[in-house]
């Protein structure tokens, strides 16, 4: 049995928060992943933050990745296919597709802004040059003379996406990988893609050099062990973050396979220092380290006039900043070279501080200051009492957890005071969706055809993705072959009607306990014309809560607030669904006893009636605070009908407070705040 929780031992909170929910490439609409893996998670916590720490402290940012590559592929067959708009126009509609699945699952972003557009933009862009030259002043930007694919039939330099291959990386088999990161996220030097094909032409394209800036990256090696190993003591920190975060801090090493082993001896001695650790039992490949990644890479051409194939390992290398696409933030000539942009993905790191800033300037432009605590941008991510929450999926770990935190560290930002909160995949139907497959995964905003927003941020945040990948298998999806058709395909139909859709199970604890609890609180006070029940007052009864129900409410606000300071929001999920559950047998039970002991004693049954909703009373209000991030419409709902204003109600100032002193707290007598009279047959979540 769990032991007890105590007000005494309740976490600690900062002022003022930041919450992030990553970047979505502007060359699509949003996919289940994005939604229910890290924007549904994301608000959860935002919305908990704004009850716990108050709404004008908290600020939720997220946005639109308007800028690379992929964005530049995608628009160039688009172009093909005849489409007429400019590149900023296609990503201002993917935008706005985004944004409309977003508020269609009640995701409560301050500001949805994008990189490229207004007014986010031209911030970004100051942002990004404030940035790059503070790491210029700084000695951490380096110009490299580097390797990029070039098409000698289309006659171009390939940018990042336009190529494709198989992933070099030790144990990765990625077979999409493009020229200098995988599919899966593992980044290395273009020269190391295997099978390289341009995707214009469908030639082999030749490598040729280019210069761009580089973050030196290698150099915080050991700032960054130790940054991990304070992550693996804080208590917090998702184990994925930190066993991902591992594996890029080993030495610069080369697989090289057994069968290569006498080419490898004949040129062994023209290689850089290093050592060679022999294959271990069956393993089929040796290892090369190397003492640093400068030596590994120089291997590369021995290695390659001496025939021998080989893999990386997983380990620091300087991180790209500039590239010589067009659809970037430019960089200033300044910086070292001439006529580049913005890699991506740097700039993409630093973009929720330019839309920190873009959503204030909004709001003082817009006479809103009153929304926020402060216009200061440095005092929600510079300030000791403020804190950041970057909420992403486990494949961005190495940029967020690696790139972003040295490039902090050089800039002098405290890290102590960011948390990355990263969840596992949420499979599609037990397979990591891929919209490649045969049973592509279906967009986020299609869901909402066969399911309710609510329904569905319940049953993603029960999944547990903190802990490991986990299925998503609606049933409304999940298509059985049940014959075959006269051209000889399959016969697709759904799954059986008697079983049950694991997407609904949440939902029944909405529809049936809470919905239950909530009706019978407000029609049990309801007035009725002749009765002098002492209930029947159309009021929030006054009177302490019993010892049961005033120990089960503080239960489960300590647990709810342990648990989300855990980012265990399966377990705070759980402990709402144990807390609702018991309410509503303890009203069950009390109600049934009071109306048999009024059956012989009249006044007996009205004060055990009485009774049953104080205490019924008590625990709606609470347990409707605690669900307000998972289902906010359907709680709202009900604070609705108490008749008290959210920013009241949902406070949780008052949260572990007994109801009398929650009515007083409202300039009320208790007994004497009334509810709003719900109609016959009311139901608070109708799906």
Same mark, same amino acid.
């Given at each position: 049995?769990?032991?007890?929780?105590?007000?005494?031992?309740?976490?600690?909170?900062?002022?003022?928060?930041?919450?992030?929910?990553?970047?979505?490439?502007?060359?699509?609409?949003?996919?289940?992943?994005?939604?229910?893996?890290?924007?549904?998670?994301?608000?959860?916590?935002?919305?908990?933050?704004?009850?716990?720490?108050?709404?004008?402290?908290?600020?939720?940012?997220?946005?639109?990745?308007?800028?690379?590559?992929?964005?530049?592929?995608?628009?160039?067959?688009?172009?093909?296919?005849?489409?007429?708009?400019?590149?900023?126009?296609?990503?201002?509609?993917?935008?706005?597709?985004?944004?409309?699945? $977003?508020?269609?699952?009640?995701?409560?972003?301050?500001?949805?802004?994008?990189?490229?557009?207004?007014?986010?933009?031209?911030?970004?862009?100051?942002?990004?040059?404030?940035?790059?030259?503070?790491?210029?002043?700084?000695?951490?930007?380096?110009?490299?003379?580097?390797?990029?694919?070039?098409?000698?039939?289309?006659?171009?330099?390939?940018?990042?996406?336009?190529?494709?291959? !198989?992933?070099?990386?030790?144990?990765?088999?990625?077979?999409?990988?493009?020229?200098?990161?995988?599919?899966?996220?593992?980044?290395?030097?273009?020269?190391?893609?295997?099978?390289?094909?341009?995707?214009?032409?469908?030639?082999?394209?030749? $490598?040729?050099?280019?210069?761009?800036?580089?973050?030196?990256?290698?150099?915080?090696?050991?700032?960054?062990?130790?940054?991990?190993?304070?992550?693996?003591?804080?208590?917090?920190?998702?184990?994925?973050? @930190?066993? @991902?975060?591992?594996?890029?801090?080993?030495?610069?090493?080369?697989?090289?396979?057994?069968?290569?082993?006498?080419?490898?001896?004949?040129?062994?001695?023209?290689?850089?220092?290093?050592?060679?650790?022999?294959?271990?039992?069956?393993?089929?490949?040796?290892?090369?380290?190397?003492?640093?990644?400068?030596?590994?890479?120089?291997? !590369?051409?021995?290695?390659?006039?001496?025939?021998?194939?080989?893999?990386?390992?997983?380990?620091?290398?300087?991180?790209?900043?500039?590239?010589?696409?067009?659809?970037?933030?430019?960089?200033?000539?300044?910086?070292?070279?001439?006529?580049?942009?913005?890699?991506?993905?740097?700039?993409?790191?630093?973009?929720?501080?330019?839309?920190?800033?873009?959503?204030?300037?909004?709001?003082?432009?817009?006479?809103?200051?009153?929304?926020?605590?402060?216009?200061?941008?440095?005092?929600?991510?510079?300030?000791?009492?403020?804190?950041?929450?970057?909420?992403?999926?486990?494949?961005?770990?190495?940029?967020?957890?690696?790139?972003?935190?040295?490039?902090?560290?050089?800039?002098?930002?405290?890290?102590?005071?960011?948390?990355?909160?990263?969840?596992?995949?949420?499979?599609?139907?037990?397979?990591?969706?891929?919209?490649?497959?045969?049973?592509?995964?279906?967009?986020?905003?299609?869901?909402?055809?066969?399911?309710?927003?609510?329904?569905?941020?319940? !049953?993603?945040?029960?999944?547990?993705?903190?802990?490991?990948?986990?299925?998503?298998?609606?049933?409304?999806?999940?298509?059985?072959?049940?014959?075959?058709?006269?051209?000889? @395909?399959?016969?697709?139909?759904?799954?059986?009607?008697?079983?049950?859709?694991?997407?609904?199970?949440?939902?029944?604890?909405?529809?049936?306990?809470?919905?239950?609890?909530?009706?019978?609180?407000?029609?049990?006070?309801?007035?009725?014309?002749?009765?002098?029940?002492?209930?029947?007052?159309?009021?929030?009864?006054?009177?302490?809560?019993?010892?049961?129900?005033?120990?089960?409410?503080?239960?489960?606000?300590?647990?709810?607030?342990?648990?989300? !300071?855990?980012?265990?929001?399966?377990?705070?999920?759980?402990?709402?669904?144990?807390?609702?559950?018991?309410?509503?047998?303890?009203?069950?039970?009390?109600?049934?006893?009071?109306?048999?002991?009024?059956?012989?004693?009249?006044?007996?049954?009205?004060?055990?009636?009485?009774?049953?909703?104080?205490?019924?009373?008590?625990?709606?209000?609470?347990?409707?605070?605690?669900?307000?991030?998972?289902?906010?419409?359907?709680?709202?709902?009900?604070?609705?009908?108490?008749?008290?204003?959210?920013?009241?109600?949902?406070?949780?100032?008052?949260? $572990?407070?007994? @109801?009398?002193?929650?009515?007083?707290? $409202?300039?009320?007598?208790?007994?004497?705040?009334?509810?709003?009279?719900?109609?016959?047959?009311?139901?608070?979540?109708?799906?």
């Amino acid at each position: 049995m769990a032991s007890k929780l105590s007000r005494d031992t309740r976490p600690s909170w900062p002022r003022r928060a930041i919450v992030t929910a990553g970047m979505p490439y502007g060359n699509k609409n949003l996919h289940f992943g994005h939604v229910g893996g890290v924007f549904i998670p994301a608000d959860f916590f935002a919305r908990f933050l704004r009850d716990r720490l108050g709404a004008e402290n908290v600020l939720f940012v997220s946005g639109t990745d308007c800028y690379g590559s992929p964005i530049m592929e995608s628009y160039r067959k688009l172009r093909e296919e005849g489409y007429d708009k400019s590149i900023g126009a296609y990503v201002q509609e993917n935008h706005d597709r985004q944004e409309a699945t $977003l508020d269609a699952y009640d995701i409560s972003c301050d500001l949805y802004a994008g990189s490229a557009l207004e007014p986010a933009a031209h911030v970004h862009e100051q942002v990004t040059d404030e940035i790059l030259h503070r790491l210029k002043d700084a000695g951490v930007l380096n110009k490299r003379s580097t390797l990029q694919f070039y098409d000698t039939q289309a006659g171009q330099f390939l940018n990042g996406r336009q190529v494709v291959g !198989h992933c070099p990386i030790q144990g990765c088999k990625s077979e999409k990988a493009y020229a200098d990161e995988c599919d899966l996220g593992h980044q290395f030097e273009p020269e190391e893609l295997i099978a390289p094909i341009s995707q214009l032409t469908g030639t082999t394209p030749e $490598l040729r050099p280019v210069e761009n800036l580089y973050f030196d990256l290698p150099a915080y090696l050991d700032y960054l062990k130790q940054h991990v190993e304070e992550l693996e003591c804080d208590g917090v920190t998702r184990s994925v973050v @930190t066993k @991902t975060m591992e594996e890029w801090l080993l030495p610069p090493v080369l697989y090289i396979q057994n069968k290569f082993r006498e080419a490898f001896d004949a040129i062994e001695a023209e290689l850089p220092a290093h050592t060679v650790e022999e294959p271990e039992g069956n393993k089929s490949s040796f290892t090369v380290v190397f003492p640093s990644w400068q030596e590994r890479d120089e291997a !590369h051409a021995v290695l390659a006039r001496g025939g021998v194939r080989f893999r990386s390992g997983k380990a620091l290398v300087p991180f790209r900043i500039t590239g010589n696409i067009e659809w970037g933030v430019p960089v200033d000539d300044s910086c070292g070279c001439h006529g580049l942009t913005c890699w991506v993905w740097p700039e993409s790191l630093w973009a929720p501080i330019s839309f920190t800033r873009t959503a204030l300037a909004e709001a003082e432009r817009a006479g809103k200051d009153e929304r926020y605590a402060s216009l200061d941008w440095h005092d929600w991510w510079c300030s000791e009492d403020a804190h950041a929450y970057q909420f992403i999926g486990q494949d961005n770990i190495y940029f967020y957890g690696i790139a972003q935190t040295a490039l902090w560290a050089a800039l002098g930002c405290n890290m102590q005071q960011s948390t990355l909160v990263a969840n596992y995949h949420v499979l599609y139907m037990g397979k990591k969706a891929s919209s490649s497959s045969k049973t592509p995964p279906p967009p986020a905003s299609e869901l909402l055809e066969h399911y309710d927003a609510e329904q569905l941020r319940a !049953h993603f945040l029960s999944l547990g993705l903190s802990e490991k990948p986990v299925s998503f298998s609606p049933k409304a999806y999940d298509l059985r072959e049940t014959g075959k058709n006269p051209d000889g @395909t399959a016969l697709l139909a759904r799954d059986d009607k008697r079983v049950i859709d694991p997407v609904l199970k949440e939902g029944t604890l909405l529809t049936g306990v809470f919905n239950r609890l909530a009706r019978s609180c407000f029609y049990g006070v309801a007035e009725r014309e002749g009765d002098e029940s002492l209930v029947r007052t159309g009021c929030i009864p006054a009177g302490s809560a019993s010892a049961e129900a005033a120990d089960a409410i503080e239960q489960a606000v300590l647990g709810f607030e342990d648990a989300m !300071h855990r980012f265990e929001f399966h377990r705070a999920l759980g402990v709402c669904d144990a807390f609702l559950r018991a309410a509503n047998k303890r009203w069950s039970d009390a109600s049934k006893a009071a109306k048999a002991a009024g059956a012989e004693d009249p006044a007996r049954g009205d004060d055990l009636m009485k009774q049953a909703l104080v205490d019924a009373f008590a625990e709606l209000r609470v347990a409707t605070v605690l669900m307000h991030g998972v289902v906010p419409r359907g709680c709202e709902l009900i604070c609705e009908y108490f008749d008290i204003a959210p920013e009241a109600f949902f406070s949780w100032d008052h949260v $572990l407070e007994t @109801t009398d002193e929650f009515v007083r707290a $409202l300039g009320e007598e208790p007994g004497s705040h009334r509810v709003k009279v719900l109609p016959p047959r009311f139901d608070f979540f109708a799906y």
